[in-house]
């Protein structure tokens, strides 16, 4: 890994509207830099051999090529860079084949920026880890293989879940406990007023909880203004 101060990123994106979109989100989440576009197998190619970029984000289905098979052609030629799957495709033996190939985190479109972001960050946390480790050391101990990994241990060596900086597990608690009390959901807004929060602060933590499937979300269509969305356990949601 390369000793830069901004995670260098390659978007492989052939509907240039999209990547434009991955792009902007980027450009909000200190830390990272787009260094380059690709919309097909050989700019792909050409880009990750002149750029070496560190973290590569990946659709699967192009006219000329497949994302996985990039993806193993890439982990193949034992280049160090990590890959994050953003893609539309669903089927649970494309999600198996990425996860046991070694991708970092795989997204399903349409992204949701809160759900973009907690990948990135995590992503910036861990490559951050290493740079660290490699700087202090030849060799790690298992400890701080866990801690790259995700897997830290309380006192009595019970693996616990892993929050994402900002989220605090008491406000978590207490947006729960905010949704728990309604029966047909509430928005960020409603939340944000309840608990004492920011509006933006309460829709952090609830995204959080969607992104977890602890609560779902849904589009309330009011009479003027856009659709709002509406925040509701998963008992509480109601039925298709």
Do not use: C, W
Request: hydrophobic share 40%; glycine share 6%; no cysteine.
């Amino acid at each position: 890994m390369k000793g830069k101060r901004d995670i260098e990123v390659l978007i492989v994106e052939d509907d240039l509207r999209i990547a434009e979109i991955q792009k902007r989100f980027l450009e909000q989440i200190e830390g990272f830099q787009t260094v380059g576009i690709a919309a097909s197998y050989l700019e792909a190619k050409t880009l990750l051999d002149i750029l070496q970029p560190d973290l590569l984000l990946l659709d699967v289905y192009f006219p000329d090529m497949n994302g996985i098979d990039l993806l193993k052609e890439t982990k193949q030629q034992s280049k160090q860079i990590d890959v994050i799957m953003i893609t539309a495709t669903k089927e649970i033996n494309r999600v198996q084949e990425a996860i046991s190939i070694g991708v970092f985190d795989y997204i399903i479109k349409p992204v949701v920026f809160e759900r973009f972001r907690q990948s990135l960050l995590r992503y910036k946390e861990y490559y951050g880890n290493f740079l660290q480790l490699g700087k202090d050391n030849t060799h790690v101990t298992q400890q701080q293989v866990d801690k790259l990994l995700r897997k830290v241990a309380d006192g009595a060596g019970n693996e616990k879940s892993y929050l994402p900086k900002g989220i605090d597990p008491l406000t978590l608690e207490k947006v729960m406990e905010v949704l728990g009390k309604v029966e047909y959901g509430l928005t960020a807004e409603s939340v944000a007023k309840e608990i004492g929060v920011s509006r933006t602060t309460a829709r952090r933590y609830l995204e959080h909880l969607v992104y977890n499937e602890s609560i779902e979300a849904d589009l309330s269509y009011g009479t003027v203004g856009r659709p709002e969305r509406v925040y509701m356990v998963l008992s509480k949601a109601p039925k298709n």
